[in-house]
């Protein structure tokens, strides 16, 4: 199965600056979704959007998505140190969640 | 609020045992995943089920197995395991197939 690809595969940002994790993935999709995992933990979902949209926004989050390059990037504005965590795209095409290998994103306070 | 179990945190079992990996779901979802999380490797997908008592296999299913005979309960069976399988399992269960994931916390298995 494909997988999503994220970009890039670590990141390290001072709190207050944004930070921007982008996800290329290789097939035609149904949505696409952005995941977060704490250390040791489970994934926690943090937003979809579905292969008819263009932009979405969930608090400090906003994704886009551009079917025509096939990528996707999740931006998280305004870091804090809790934001500490791996980035995790899934895509969907009539299959279950096809997970890329994350990006792990450091804020340092 | 919704919530995904898994029975154990940590776990460590000896080479050749059989393991058992239980899931729990209290949302009545149709759909349940079992995925393994190995550094560098991302999650891959080992069996998933769309109902009770039906399986379908992933990406990785050798070496595993599956039972779902209740709706809520998604067990993850190894049948004999191996070194190579010590890693990350994470189960998790959605509405439809196509919609967001609950994972569980996720059970660190050591193969010694």
């Known amino acids: 199965s494909q997988q999503g690809e994220e970009d890039p595969q670590a990141l390290s940002i001072q709190e207050g600056e944004n930070a921007t994790m982008n996800c290329s993935y290789k097939t035609s999709i149904n949505n696409l979704q952005w995941y977060r995992q704490n250390s040791g933990r489970g994934l926690v979902h943090l937003i979809l959007i579905r292969s008819n949209e263009r932009e979405k926004h969930s608090g400090r989050l906003r994704v886009t998505l551009d079917t025509s390059k096939k990528s996707s990037s999740l931006l998280i504005t305004a870091s804090r140190a809790a934001d500490t965590a791996s980035y995790f795209c899934?895509?969907?095409?009539?299959?279950?969640?096809?997970f890329g290998k994350g990006t792990r994103l450091s804020v340092i306070a | 609020d919704v919530k995904v179990t898994q029975s154990s945190r940590y776990l460590v079992k000896r080479t050749g045992e059989k393991v058992f990996l239980e899931c729990v779901q209290d949302m009545d979802h149709e759909n349940m995943f079992w995925y393994r999380q190995d550094p560098g490797l991302g999650l891959r997908l080992i069996y998933f089920s769309y109902d009770v008592k039906m399986k379908e296999k992933g990406d990785i299913p050798e070496g595993y197995s599956v039972s779902r005979e209740k709706k809520e309960r998604f067990s993850l069976i190894l049948e004999s395991a191996s070194t190579n399988q010590t890693s990350m399992y994470l189960c998790?269960?959605?509405?439809?197939?196509?919609?967001?994931?609950?994972f569980g916390s996720g059970t660190q298995l050591s193969v010694l």
């Open positions: 899934a895509t969907v095409w009539g299959t279950p969640l096809v």
């Open positions: 998790a269960s959605s509405l439809s197939g196509a919609e967001k994931l609950f």
